[in-house]
């Protein structure tokens, strides 16, 4: 007998207080712009045991505007803004190429927290997206030298050679060149903190950028 989705969806729970926590935050505490918060609630996450919290969601649209989204992970976030990586021929590269605006989601369920950003998005320049690649492990880079991301796959088998391929040239040349890794940075007009909280009276924190570069905030109902 197949399992039914229905009622596999109505047994979950969100938030079990066996494995979640939800901290108070008080929004009259918050600093003034939004890095130092998600830096603040991202060790915050760390310390908490989240599995995997540098993972987020990347959701970009097409030439005709038509949405996309996956899961990549954060390699910084600083004055620049938060940087992802990918390459330039992949599905989100193309889209980035044709229009430069994304949003990036966080969730960070062991504290009930999402984190919400969405800006432009600029390509860092191609010295820093080498030096960012080569700082990461062999296996990064060997994934990166296999390339076509996106492309149409024949077999399996195929994939196996050039990944084989790739890591051997990642242990032989461990500065090798891959001209198509590009490194991504959103610098964010909005960013929204959410804390969830036990009788859904969420707490939401909006920054949007001000036309003098600051930034201002505002609460939002759940």
Do not use: C, I, N
Not at 167 to 180: F, H, N, Q
């Amino acid at each position: 007998m197949g399992t039914d989705l229905h009622e596999l969806l109505r047994s979950l729970r969100v938030w079990d207080p066996a494995v979640t926590e939800l901290p108070p935050f008080d929004p009259a505490t918050a600093p003034g712009d939004p890095l130092t918060l998600f830096t603040a609630w991202f060790a915050e996450a760390v310390a908490a045991g989240q599995s995997e919290p540098h993972t987020v969601s990347l959701a970009t649209a097409d030439a005709e505007g038509l949405p996309d989204a996956r899961v990549v992970m954060l390699h910084g976030a600083d004055a620049d803004g938060w940087s992802f990586a990918t390459h330039a021929g992949s599905r989100k590269g193309r889209h980035l190429a044709a229009r430069p605006y994304a949003a990036l989601v966080f969730y960070w369920p062991v504290l009930g927290r999402q984190v919400r950003l969405r800006g432009p998005v600029a390509v860092a320049p191609a010295d820093v997206a080498h030096a960012d690649l080569h700082a990461r492990s062999t296996g990064a880079l060997a994934a990166a030298l296999t390339g076509r991301q996106s492309a149409d796959l024949d077999s399996a088998a195929e994939l196996a050679r050039a990944s084989e391929a790739a890591w051997e040239r990642a242990g032989r040349e461990p500065d090798a060149p891959v001209p198509s890794w590009t490194l991504y940075r959103l610098l964010p007009d909005e960013v929204e903190f959410f804390q969830g909280d036990a009788r859904r009276r969420h707490v939401r924190l909006a920054y949007r950028r001000t036309e003098e570069g600051g930034w201002g905030t505002r609460l939002l109902w759940p």
